[in-house]
Nanobody
Framework: QVQLVESGGGLVQAGGSLRLSCVASERTFRQYAMAWFRRAPGMEREFVGGISASGLRTFYADSVKGRFTISRDNPKNTVYLQMNSLKPEDTAVYYC??????????????WGQGTQVTVSS
């Protein structure tokens, strides 16, 4: 059972930056693809970015491409989301997810508890 704990959220002004972290309990972390999703108030959960188990492949939603960067440190069992040039529309609860298969990330049972990101205008 993979347990995920996010941190790094907070309040930031538009144009600012934040870095989210997600630490996994699983000692086989390096075998899991990881992703970040977000849910804004009254909206459906949406994919933000994903990274393969090896870290060699990354994927992004068009809305964050060029502003957000996902990375991972396998020895530390941690995945990061560096968010730059933040906009008010990035305000949401951000969740990390894990799955052995990249294509199954949206359907995984392994989710963190979420961390709130609020971007003020």
């Amino acid at each position: 059972q993979v347990q995920l704990v996010e941190s790094g959220g907070g309040l930031v002004q538009a144009g600012g930056s934040l870095r989210l972290s997600c630490v996994a309990s699983e000692r086989t972390f390096r075998q899991y693809a990881m992703a970040w999703f977000r849910r804004a108030p009254g909206m459906e959960r949406e994919f933000v970015g994903g990274i393969s188990a090896s870290g060699l492949r990354t994927f992004y939603a068009d809305s964050v491409k060029g502003r957000f960067t996902i990375s991972r440190d396998n020895p530390k069992n941690t995945v990061y989301l560096q968010m730059n040039s933040l906009k008010p529309e990035d305000t949401a609860v951000y969740y990390c997810a894990a799955d052995p298969q990249v294509l199954r990330l949206a359907f995984t049972n392994y989710w963190g508890q979420g961390t709130q990101v609020t971007v003020s205008s």
